[in-house]
């Protein structure tokens, strides 16, 4: 269940991140973030409501809330910078480099002891080369500087975001 979960999600997020990016072309990235984000927070609001037991939330990092407000607000800058870099720059570029965002929660992991097995660890290798080997054609033929400069703003948000959602969990 939890792999089909994963490609549901994956999905949609690849979706989202292509049609978004898209409409950040022609409307500000902020209000494409807020719209999208609001959807978001509706469908999650009604899916606590109908589906989950509420846990009242503590003010301690080992709790939910916080960690999550952490993540919502990692994630909403990194989404803006995300969609602005897409409407700035070519999505071969921004796109991968900004999915390098893995790299956040596997040093946060290997930090708190870790450790992958070889397996794992060839997987992690193949997954970054892929990254930097998606976007290098289009580098050679020149880029603006602004939109690699918004792709790390949104790898730096996404692995913050997804570090503090496992934080949290």
Not at 121 to 140: D, K, Q
């Amino acid at each position: 269940m939890g792999s089909l979960l994963a490609l549901a999600s994956s999905l949609l997020w690849g979706t989202a991140d292509y049609l978004a990016g898209n409409l950040s072309k022609r409307f500000k990235a902020i209000a494409v973030t807020a719209i999208s984000q609001t959807f978001g927070l509706i469908f999650g609001l009604l899916t606590i409501l109908f589906f989950a037991d509420f846990i009242r939330p503590n003010l301690s990092m080992s709790g939910y809330f916080v960690p999550g407000v952490i993540a919502g607000i990692a994630g909403f800058i990194g989404l803006i910078a995300f969609y602005t870099g897409l409407a700035t720059g070519r999505m071969g570029v921004v796109s991968p480099i900004s999915s390098l965002s893995v790299l956040i929660p596997l040093f946060f992991a290997l930090a708190r002891g870790e450790r992958p097995s070889t397996l794992e660890l060839i997987g992690i290798s193949i997954a970054i080369a892929g990254a930097f080997m998606a976007s290098g054609p289009e580098i050679r033929n020149g880029l603006p500087i602004k939109p690699l400069l918004l792709a790390v703003v949104a790898a730096i948000g996404f692995g913050t975001a997804l570090t503090f959602i496992a934080i949290g969990s």
